[in-house]
């Protein structure tokens, strides 16, 4: 990953229609608000839409130009490569056999993959940050019921993916300071997540970070932060993927505001029994 960053990024303003539309005096598809591509240094994936004649062994793309492509994909469906359900007119990506061009090692429906994912995350009590995960755990495994049940409420954590390549964080809860230094836990930090790319099969999340948590002020520029996360599986309410080789299990939800006032609801638990403790 580190020889293709920097990355470049190239907008082409291309939009695509359904791949059973077709400019009778080109071979390129009718333009329509559909998406843009993105071209990345170095990303070798075939992106179109998915046209009839899709099977569990073969997969038919319409390229953004040029005449509908049929690949063969049992190796991908038999290594468990076939990232979603391909439906007639899904925005698709595939990744195709070095050895043989008209094999796909991968196919990864888009289109499925756009909307709001989330996963479970439990704070961590605030004298605890310094320890380790295994003293952690069995501080956690001594401690009353009572006291988990009542701080340790769970956050959905994690991105919307929409059109036209945006991200946005789930999962960020506004406070006051007061609150926050009342509180005998603390939550992971949100990441701000930004923009989404493809790459060779794998997600690109882009987020911005503050360049000093101790600089509040407008000039200083945000950096923006690459995670690389790898799929394992995607069906309609579920996705599954590694990130610095951790697994994170997503459910998707219907969005991203159901999925933040759940996040601020948990917050607000915790927040009332730490007033009623007073």
């Given at each position: 990953?580190r ?5 470049l990024l190239t907008?082409?303003m291309?939009t695509?229609?359904?791949c059973?539309?077709k400019d009778?005096a080109?071979?390129?598809l009718?333009?329509s ?5 993105v071209?990345i240094k ?13 099977s569990?062994?073969v997969?038919v793309i319409?390229?953004f130009?040029?005449n509908p ?6 190796d991908?469906k038999?290594?468990h490569?076939?990232i979603?359900k391909p439906e007639?007119g899904d ?6 056999s070095?050895?043989?061009?008209m094999?796909?090692?991968?196919v990864i429906?888009l289109?499925q ?9 439990l704070p961590v ?5 310094s320890?380790?995960r ?11 019921d ?12 994690g991105?919307?993916l ?5 991200a946005q964080?789930?999962g960020?809860?506004?406070r006051?300071?007061?609150?926050e230094?009342d509180s ?7 990441k ?12 690109l999340l882009v987020?911005?970070?503050r360049?000093?948590k101790?600089s509040?002020?407008k000039d200083v520029k945000?950096i923006?932060?690459?995670d ?8 309609e309410d579920s996705l599954?993927?590694?990130?610095h080789?951790?697994q994170?299990?997503?459910h998707r939800?219907n969005?991203s505001?159901?999925a933040?006032?759940e996040a601020?609801k948990?917050?607000e638990?915790?927040d009332n ?5 007073k």
């Open positions: 990953m020889q293709i960053l920097p990355i907008v082409i291309t695509l229609s359904g059973h539309k009778a080109s071979d390129e009718t333009p608000m559909y998406d843009v591509e071209e170095g990303d070798s994936m075939l992106y179109g839409l998915t046209c009839d004649g899709t569990d062994s997969v319409w390229p130009s040029g492509i049929t690949l063969n994909c049992i991908a038999q290594n490569r076939i979603g007639i925005w698709i990506g595939v990744m195709r070095q050895e043989d061009s094999d796909a090692t991968m429906n289109d993959l756009k909307g709001t994912w989330t996963y479970p995350v009590m605030k004298e605890l940050q320890m380790s295994r003293t952690q755990r069995r501080m956690m495994a001594d401690m009353p009572s006291i988990r049940n009542t701080f340790f409420v769970p956050r959905e954590y991105f919307t929409k059109r036209l390549h945006q964080s789930v960020r809860v506004m006051n300071n007061t609150l230094d005998p836990v603390i939550y992971p930090e949100v701000n997540y930004r923009k989404w790319y493809m790459l060779n099969g794998r997600l987020s911005a970070k360049a000093s101790d509040n002020s945000p923006a932060v690459l690389t996360l790898e799929f394992i599986h995607m069906s599954i993927l590694t990130l080789g951790k994170y299990g997503f939800k969005s505001l159901e933040n006032a601020i948990a917050q638990k915790i029994k730490n007033k009623n403790k």
